[in-house]
């Protein structure tokens, strides 16, 4: 082995390392006056959620991942719900404007928290759009059309993600908050789908596991590799995923839940 002498360089040619961010935010003490839209309000017991909060970003170490905590918003209800603030891919990041008005301060430390690692843009108004509406399956990407996504910013996301590759493919919905709560990503081409609340013919060709009729909310879930992070709760589906031969890491949401979010709200994950 040769020494560079002048600056220690071994010689050694190292391959590129790949580390799996999860960016997340703590539970804001105001979690108690969220949005709802499809579900009643609910008392929330605020040092439960955080410690399904803290729970939930173990699971995400545990499975690899560098959890960088943003620190709570004590003014903004929704903010720990961090997904629908951006869209992060390979290439670039693109800031969302929430459908929510109240949920659109939450964007800026967002922005903030993803500038060392991808080019950013934002989408502009009259766009509206969640980052909880999109899924990206490989170079597809699939966006619900909810009560917080319009066409014009799937229209936004067509012409910025177009250069790349990507096909934008629209999902209609009717029932839930978000795309990812009918639809959820659990393996390669393969999709957990709760067929009533989303259009499954939007996802011809790729493999689709049913969620137990008796759990409508059960399609949320978060792969990370190749586990996918799931919420307690839905044994009846979780049991199908295991026939499936899809492994499943159970994390607890009562509280969260009541603030109509799934396993997917509560983090940013991709790799630098
Ligand atoms: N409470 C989650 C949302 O409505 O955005």
């Known amino acids: 082995m040769q020494w560079n002498e002048n600056n220690g360089d071994t010689g050694v040619r190292r391959e590129p390392c790949t580390v799996r961010i999860a960016i997340t935010r703590d539970v ?10 499809h579900l009643a309000r609910e008392p929330i017991d605020l040092d439960r959620a955080r410690a399904e909060h803290t729970e939930y970003e173990k699971r995400l170490a545990d499975l690899g991942c560098d959890v960088q905590a943003l620190p709570a918003e004590p003014d903004l209800p929704d903010s720990v719900f961090v997904e629908d603030a951006a869209v992060v891919l390979p290439e670039l990041a693109i800031i969302t404007r929430p459908g929510a008005e109240s949920r659109r301060p939450e964007t800026a430390s967002i922005a903030e928290a993803l500038a060392p690692y991808r080019t950013m843009i934002a989408i502009e108004a009259p766009g509206t759009i969640d980052g909880g509406d999109v899924l990206v399956v490989d170079r597809t990407v699939y966006i619900g059309r909810s009560e917080r996504t319009n066409e014009n910013a799937i229209a936004q996301f067509r012409a910025a993600l177009a250069p790349h590759g990507y096909t934008v ?6 029932g839930c908050l978000h795309l990812k709560s009918a639809v959820g990503l659990v393996g390669p081409g393969t999709l957990l789908i709760n067929r009533d609340w989303a259009d499954a013919s939007a996802f011809d060709g790729l493999r689709m596991i049913d969620v137990d009729p008796g759990e409508p909310r059960a399609a949320c ?32 949401v009562s ?9 997917t709200c509560c983090s940013l994950i991709f790799d630098t």
């Open 28 to 37: 804001s003490p105001a979690i108690a006056r969220c949005e709802l839209t």
């Open 169 to 174: 493919i629209p999902v209609t919905l009717s």
């Open 221 to 252: 879930a978060l792969l990370v590799g190749d586990t996918v992070v799931y919420p307690a709760g839905f044994d009846r589906t979780r049991a199908r995923l295991t026939r499936a031969g899809i492994r499943a890491v159970v994390v607890p």
């Open 255 to 263: 509280e969260l839940a009541k603030a109509e979010s799934g396993v």
